[in-house]
């Protein structure tokens, strides 16, 4: 398995556009966390889903911000309209709930810069 | 609700000292406790966790439930330590994963 792969890479978009990153999780994994990372914040959960169910949205900053997970192989986060305070690293996770490994894997992240 | 709290967001340490990264948790049950790693341009990976009790590149970490922390232990730095660390707290294997804010560790040659 290649990993948790999220797309894009880099996304550099103007203020009050829509933004769209993609994440396809490990497959066989039933959880899956979308993470924001800044200077100041360090490491945030903004929500996670179990067995394509969002189970906690509780981090979700806004309105502007929604997720989805359509099927066990792909989820969305959304932001819309953008503004610069977006700016971050945003991480998709997976994780499978049994077997002796529990942790969560990370993809590559996507760094969006909002001007 | 459950927390981790890293206290320090930046160590310094010479190299082939003693590193040892803070952590503090809150939760009254028994929780998935874990070190995760990032390396400069890569993404996170797990370091260790609670439960395998193992020593990974010579960090170790031991869960006191009396003072609630589960700190990282490594004995002598070594230059390609130098990372961001987090700690996370899970409850159980179905929730979701708490992450600490970091804390950066910068080892001096």
């Known amino acids: 398995d290649a990993g948790v792969i999220q797309s894009p890479r880099h996304e550099v978009t103007e203020m009050g556009q829509e933004v769209t990153l993609r994440c396809k999780p490990i497959s066989g994994h039933n959880s899956l966390f979308w993470y924001r990372q800044t200077m100041m914040r360090g490491l945030e959960l903004l929500i996670y889903?179990?067995?394509?169910?969002?189970?906690?949205d509780s981090g979700m900053p806004e309105d502007r911000f929604s997720a989805k997970m359509p099927n066990a192989s792909f989820s969305t986060l959304k932001i819309q309209p953008s503004e610069p305070r977006d700016s971050a690293v945003y991480f998709c996770a997976s994780s499978f709930g049994q077997g002796a490994n529990t942790e969560a894997f990370f993809g590559q992240g996507t760094r969006l810069t909002v001007v | 609700a459950q927390r981790v709290t890293q206290p320090e967001k930046l160590l310094s340490v010479f190299k082939g000292a003693p590193v040892e990264l803070k952590c503090n948790y809150s939760y009254s049950g028994s929780p998935e406790l874990f070190w995760y790693v990032q390396y400069s341009r890569q993404r996170l990976q797990l370091l260790l966790r609670?439960?395998s009790r193992e020593s990974i590149k010579g960090f170790t970490a031991d869960l006191n439930k009396g003072e609630t922390s589960f700190h990282l232990k490594k004995p002598f730095a070594q230059e390609e330590d130098s990372a961001m660390y987090y700690c996370a707290l899970r409850r159980n294997r179905d929730d979701k994963i708490i992450f600490g804010k970091g804390t950066r560790l910068h080892i001096l040659p």
């Open positions: 889903f179990n067995n394509n169910v969002p189970i906690d």
């Open positions: 609670h439960i």
